[in-house]
Every structure is written in C-alpha cells, then in structure tokens.
C-alpha cells in the first residue's frame, strides 16, 4: 500500500514540475536584504499547482530588476548569479520538461526522475532555489557614541596637539557589493525574508569600534573635530578602510555614506582647547598676552569686590598674587608697542632718509642737511643696461658686465608727427619722418 502511495505521489510531483517556472521578485522593501524566490502562477496558473517547492525546472524564467541581484543555489551550492536587469533563462537545470528539449527525450528523463522519487517515498532529492539581493543604498542607519570617543586635536599654526573626548551622532548608507559573500557568511538558505534588522545592532557596534582610528586619520589630516560635518566624504573613506576586512572581505558590504548630525566635546575640554590656543599665541604675541592679563584683572577685580572679608582684603589679595607672578601689564603694553612700531611704519620709510656727502650725518629726510645745512644731491636716474639686461643701474657704467651707460637721446622716441611709438632709428617706422 504505501509502494502505491509512493508512487502516486511521485508521479503528482513529476507532471507538477513540468510546467516551466516563472520567477519574480515583485518588491525588494528597504529593510529586506535577501528575498526567496517563488514560483509566480498568476490567477490563471490552475494547472501550475503540484510543482516542488525547491525544483526548478529546465526552460524556466527568472526575471532580475534594478537594483537586484539574484543566484541559483543547486543542492546548497551557488551555481549562477545575474545582476543584469532583464529576463534570464534557465537551461541547466536538472530537473527535466516536456515542454524543453524536445517531447521524447522529456518523456524518457521525467520517467527516471519518477522512479528515483519513488525510492524517497514521493518526494524529490533534489534542492534548488532563487535568491534576491538588495543592492540599493540601505539608508537611515543611526549610530551614537554611547561614551566619548578619543579625538586628537591639531592646530599647526600654535603648535596645538592634544587628546580630548568627543561624543558623535549621525546616520550612514551601506550598500551589498558582493552578494556571494553575503550568502555564504550571513544569511545562507533561508525560508523567508531576510531583513536588516537582523544584522543592524552588529554593524553599528563595529561602525562604533572603527570610529576611534577612523577619527586618527580625520585628525592627521588636520581636520578639526568641529568641523566633521563638512568632510563626511573623508570620514566614509576612513571608515571604510577601517573596516574594508571584516564588511568588505566577510560580509560583501561597504560604506557609501556617513553623515555627522552632531558632535560634541566636553566642556572642559573644549576650555581647555581655548586656554591653550590663547596661551600659545600669546606666548609670541605681547599684545595678545597684555589683552588676556587686562581681562584677568578685570575679573579679578569683580571678584575681589564680592570678597566676604571686605573689598581691601580682596584687593590686597590680588596685588600679592600679582606681584608673586610677576606679571607686569605696563611692560607688556610696551612690548606690544615696540612689536607693533615696525609693522606700522610706512613701506619705504626707512630708505627715506639720506646720507650727507660733507659731514657723514645720516636720517636726513629733507632736501637739506639737518646738521650742515648742505643740499641733498640730486639721485641719479636709475636705467637698464642694453647689454646683460641689468636692472636699476644709477652710475656711468653696469655692474653686471661693465657696459657703458647709454646716451640719454639713445632710447626709443616717438614721432610727434604720427604718434608711433618705439622708435629706435634717425627715422620714423611710421611715416618715415626724421628724428627731431
């Protein structure tokens, strides 16, 4: 009774698989990264019921969409992949049609098949299936620095390098680019969908481990911490390399984008950074270091008024603290004032003055001696040389090659009759006129 039974199932299975398949995936929402492929048989497939689940039969179609990636696994095994839109058929199949291949030699295989299932009570040993990747940007992952992370801040132009905490917030795009090591190391064979909640929780943990040296390459390049949210495209290639072994290589994921929505540093630290840069600059600085010791004294002098024991006890305070740390803010205003002397005097000024010929005395910046009363002598016209080219020439001959300095009528005239310019001869190349 059950041999009967065994082979009417068999024989139900067999003529079921012989209707060619029609594979589509219809939808691929944004949380669905793998779907199973079904056989479609539409309202009107009445005869398209008794196939196997897991068969696919030789002619079959198998249509891709944009954005999709789709494989073949045969007895476990990835056979075939496509990710070229379009309708793909299926001509290896091991599983036979009559309606593929010409109607004897269908008829002799699915009468091997029929009798190979009998011997597994009805049922086919065979495996087979289609699978659907996303291979859209998967967007809207948000991640957070549950704890500060370490930021190195660089500023070369005070020679600044420290190491504060930041905390970090945002969201980042990820896309499958190798669906063949997706399968084989996160999802293998699945029943139903397979969504990205299933795998978000470790993604954003190892996005959260990679931030650290991720931030080290953002900071070598003298990125401010501040300023992340204007080198996002920096960060996503940081991250990337950071994590190019494991999402890359393992998981067949990678990065597209990583927005920053906020970062944040500590209060004390960020004083600290502001303490610093004002402490280096003033350091070169004595205007810089007088405005800082002016506006401390000014506060402490507030303070000093609040002073419980009376404003003079606050302010004899103040005067021994200024006098243990020698700070002085007369002399740093004079300081300010001889560093800011030569920066505020004209361009040119210091050449201004002349040299008298008769008694020697120097800074001169009338057209008389201040000391002799003798006229100051008249400069001489600086000219080029027409030889070796040197320039700024005063005396009767070049220093650079020794010429002789040119005639003064020697140089390019121009004729007041036409007007042209540049003329070197007796004669004008314009209209021929002589030289005046």
Known sequence: MGLILAAGASLSSVLGDQWKDYFYCSEMPT?????????????????NKGGSDNIITNGSTIVVNEGQCMIIVDQGAIVD?????????????TEPSIFSGGLGKGIVESFKKFAARVSYGGVTAHDQRVYYFNT????????????PVPFRVVDRNI???????IRCFGEYTYKMTDPILFYKNICGNVDRDYTRDKIDDQLRSELLTALQPAFSRISD?????????GHTKELSEALNNELSSTWGQVYGIEIVTCGVSSVKASEEDEQAIKNL??????????AIAAGISVQANAQAMKDAAKNPN??????????????????????????????????????????????????????NGGKFCSNCGTAKPAEAEEWTCPACGQTGNKGKF?????????????????CPSCGQTGNTGKFCSGCGKPKA
């Open 398 to 414: 070049c220093p650079g090659c020794g010429a002789a300095k040119p005639a003064a009528d020697s140089g390019p005239w121009t």
């Open 136 to 147: 859209k940007n998967i967007i809207g992952n948000k991640y957070g620095t549950a704890s």
């Open 221 to 229: 390049q003298g990125i401010r911490y501040s300023s992340l949210p």
């Open 277 to 286: 840069q004002l402490g280096l600059a003033a350091g070169g600085n004595a």
């Open 31 to 47: 949380d669905v990264l793998v779907r199973k492929g079904e056989h479609h048989t539409g309202k009107s497939g009445l005869l």
């Open 81 to 93: 992949i496509s990710a070229e839109p379009g309708a793909y058929t299926y001509d290896t199949s």
């Open 159 to 165: 020679g600044l390098d420290m190491d504060i905490s």
């Open 310 to 363: 009376g404003a003079m006890m606050g302010f004899a305070g103040m005067g021994m603290a200024q006098q243990a740390g020698g700070v002085n803010v007369t002399q740093l205003m004079q300081q300010a004032a001889a560093q800011q002397a030569p920066q505020m005097q004209a361009p040119g000024a210091a050449a201004a003055g002349w040299t008298c010929p008769s008694c020697g005395h120097t800074g």
